[in-house]
Structure formats: C-alpha cells, structure tokens
C-alpha cells in the first residue's frame, strides 16, 4: 500500500469515528466548535474570553485544549469558571477523533451545551481531521499576513466561520483588511468573516453567538471543502 493510501485509510477511519462522536454528543445536547488557527494568533485569549462570557451569561460551556506540552493553556482558560482539560498529544501536531472521544469520556459535564475545541497551533494538518465538529473556526490575527488564506486554502476552505484577531494591532501591522477578505472569499466564498479583540472584548459575543446558533444543526454557511461530509451513525455508542 503506498503513503497515500495509508493516509486515505487513516482519515477515512478517523471520519468515521468523527461522526459517530458527533451523532453522540448532538444526542446528548452538545455542539463541538473546532478552533484552528497557527501558533501566537491569540486563539487561547480569545477563548478565554468567550468562555468567560458564557459563563456570565450562564451558558454551560466547556473547553478541552490540545498542545504538544504543557497545562499552561488549560490553567489559563480555567480562569474563565468553565470546564476545562488538557489534551496533550506527545508530539502530534494535530488533534484526531479518537484523541477526544478518549478525553471526554467520564470528565465531559452533563449539562454542557457546547464544547470548545482548541487545537493544535498549526493550520496544515489539523485542517485535514474532522473532530465531530459542528462549527470549524478559522482564526488568524492581522501580524499573519493578509495572504495567508491563500497559503492554507484546505484550512480556510473547510471553515464555517473565519475570526480575525488582535484587530487593535491592524494599523501598526499594516494590515490590508480589504485584501484578507478578498483572499477569504476566493478559496471559501460566502463565508463569514468576524472581527475580534481579545483586549477589548470585541467579536466576543459574536463568537459566542455563532456558537450557540450551530447548537443542535448545521451551520448557516457550507464550505466547498467541508469538514464533516458524513451522515450520523445511529448505532454509536454514548460518551460517558
């Protein structure tokens, strides 16, 4: 068998066991928002933010956040008053399927209504692996580069909603936000695109909002090279 169909075989297993978690935890009431971005885009403030809020607005979040070592994301977004874990991939620089099933199982809290992911700080891989998510989110802070949706169209592409961070810095960075839109647009066409700043709190309850909107459905808008392509299995086991 040559690589690729290895790697055919790997994602095709890993799809599989997506939509199964995902068929599980939308029986139970829980959305997964899947947060993609590359390392230092801010995501973890951000998150922290939106949690936070939530929690202020007493909506039953949780967080599970991966990295390749460390608690120390864990230890901040717990701050926030939500649930949160750590998910420590020992040097994988993705997240898959099977890697959340395992960590939820026995810690996830009833009454969750969504469940924030946070992946690995890494745009190539992570793109390629549904989670069992309802909502991808795309996330890149104006210091990246307004090209970058053009360097990585499998990771915009397969977004539901992109998130612009660190927007207090677009002046000084010389940010072209006219031309990172265009760029959106032409490798996922239609998609929304959401200003933030985790500073200042703006785009926070946005974030929160688009959320709590994909809780129990599909998502306004479909990607061309949408994430979760799968029906629901009926016949998946619940997580526990």
């Not at 899947?34 to 949780?62: D, I, M, Q």
């Not at 956040?65 to 991939?89: C, M, Y």
């Not at 890697?99 to 199982?105: C, H």
């Not at 479909?222 to 029906?231: Q, S």
Request: charged share 20%.
């Amino acid at each position: 068998m040559c690589r690729s169909d290895v790697r055919q075989a790997v994602l095709a297993k890993n799809d599989d066991l997506a939509a199964s978690l995902r068929g599980d935890l939308a029986r139970q009431g829980v959305t997964v928002v899947n947060l993609l971005s590359s390392p230092g885009s801010g995501k973890t403030e951000l998150l922290g933010r939106v949690l936070a809020r939530a929690v202020e607005r007493g909506v039953p979040v949780a967080a599970l956040t991966a990295d390749l070592a460390t608690e120390n994301d864990a230890v901040r977004l717990a701050r926030s008053g939500a649930p949160v874990q750590q998910l420590l991939t020992d040097g994988l620089c993705h997240l898959e399927a099977r890697q959340v099933r395992a960590r939820l199982a026995g810690w996830l809290p009833p009454d969750t209504s969504v469940l924030f992911v946070e992946n690995v700080g890494n745009l190539v891989c992570p793109a390629a692996y549904d989670l069992g998510e309802t909502l991808r989110v795309v996330l890149m802070a104006v210091t990246e580069g307004e090209d970058k949706p053009l360097k990585y169209p499998t990771a915009f592409g397969s977004a539901h909603l992109v998130v612009i961070t660190k927007t207090d810095l677009a002046g000084p960075a010389g940010f072209d936000e006219s031309l990172f839109h265009e760029n959106v647009h032409q490798v996922n066409p239609g998609v929304e695109i959401v200003r933030s700043c985790a500073r200042t709190g703006s785009g926070v309850g946005t974030l929160l909002d688009r959320a709590l909107a994909a809780r129990g459905g599909t998502p306004p808008h479909r990607p061309p090279l949408a994430p979760h392509p799968h029906v629901h299995h009926a016949d998946s086991a619940p997580v526990a």
